[in-house]
């Protein structure tokens, strides 16, 4: 729970700074809430907590074919890991409410972390904010540590929803 406190004292400190700025158009900032809905070995051994994070989105991106592929970054603690990721992200499908998105990531989650998935993204209409419920795999190397002293790779997929902000 210190970690969760802290990550939201981070998200505080940096929020308020960035949305002052007017150099932020097009930045977002999110945070993410999760539920582990299935988990490996040692994930569903130590406890199936909700996961938290904050997420930014840039407004950097590259055409990729027919998808338009933007970058976020992301800190999260999920039972007791906390990783930092690079996400990209991109939209496959139009809906009339908003797009359907798949994104995928890597970064360092206690060891070597992948997370891939999709979500919904709806804008609250007139309203800076955008509401995305998604689904998540999420694969770490430094799961459980074994009598050796190595780390054995564990996993879960999660529910969740992240609530982003336009700066």
Sequence with gaps: MKRVSILLIITALFAVPLTAQSAMAGYTVGLNVGMPVVGGEYY????????????????????????????NV??????????VFGILNASVYELPQGPV???????LLEGLGLIGGASFDYAVPDQPIVVKPYVRANITTGGAEMANGDKEMTGWIQLGAMVSYAL
């Design 44 to 71: 569903a051994d130590s406890g199936m907590d909700p996961v938290f994070g904050v997420v930014v989105g840039t407004p950097y991106g590259l055409p990729l074919g027919p998808f338009n592929v933007g970058v």
């Design 74 to 83: 992301g800190l999260e603690s999920a039972n007791g890991l906390t990783g």
């Design 101 to 107: 998105s798949v994104f995928g990531g890597v970064g």
